[in-house]
């Protein structure tokens, strides 16, 4: 690897994690030796990279570092092509329609040479199985996500009992023929997951919730990695 893509891909690897990254991480990822790191990231620092490193704990990037668009590598393209073929497949319809024109407007900016891996790509997502249908409309309640806002469900359990409750959205999960909705409920006053397929009725409601949507979903997180013993990415 060249050592100007090294520091790009240094850069990307900070920019892409939520927590900090020790050298030796770095280090395994870019199969050259911790010394090499230290030297990259000092460069980096001198170009007035905004990195930060702590002795044990690790480096961080400033969230607000932005830098001019960059080409896609291969790999990368590929990754955005398997990505979006899975979102078209078993995303709603909002999010299935995004992914085709996400894929689009690649295909309309990349070089000539790189549109093949795009219009006859070497990689690709096995077929969905059919889908269950969702009971509400999946584009408004990411909507309600992303403002925070409540929404007053009617919800059939698997067991066929009935229950209205108020919920605080948290996220959306897309598996292979269902969707999961993450919530706060009221009623229950903890950390709930609700089939999209047995919500009966939604109202989406402009109340907002006492919490900021980032930090319920980082409690969320740590619930759900307690409760089931697993590291969310």
Known sequence: MRRADRLFQIIQILRRS?????????AAELEVTIRTVYRDVADLIAQCVPIRGE???????????????????????????????WVADRGDPGLANAARDLLAKIANVVPDHLRPFIADPGVGAAPARATSVDGLDMARLRAA???GC?????????????????????????????RLLAAWCELRQAFRHFRADRIE?????????????????????CHFEAERGVRLP
């Open 201 to 221: 009725a939604a109202v989406f409601l402009d109340e907002r919730f006492e919490r900021r949507p980032g930090d319920l979903r980082r409690d969320w997180k």
């Open 150 to 178: 409540k929404v007053r469900i009617r919800y059939r359990d698997k067991a066929g009992r009935a229950s209205e409750r108020v919920v605080w959205p948290v996220i959306v999960g897309y598996a292979d023929t269902v």
């Open 55 to 85: 002795a044990g704990v690790g480096y961080v990037i400033d969230r607000d570092y932005d830098m001019p668009p960059l080409m896609l590598s291969t790999d990368e393209l590929e990754a955005a092509v398997l990505g979006a073929q």
């Open 145 to 147: 996500i992303r403002a």
């Open 18 to 26: 939520a927590r900090p990254i020790t050298a030796s991480m770095l």
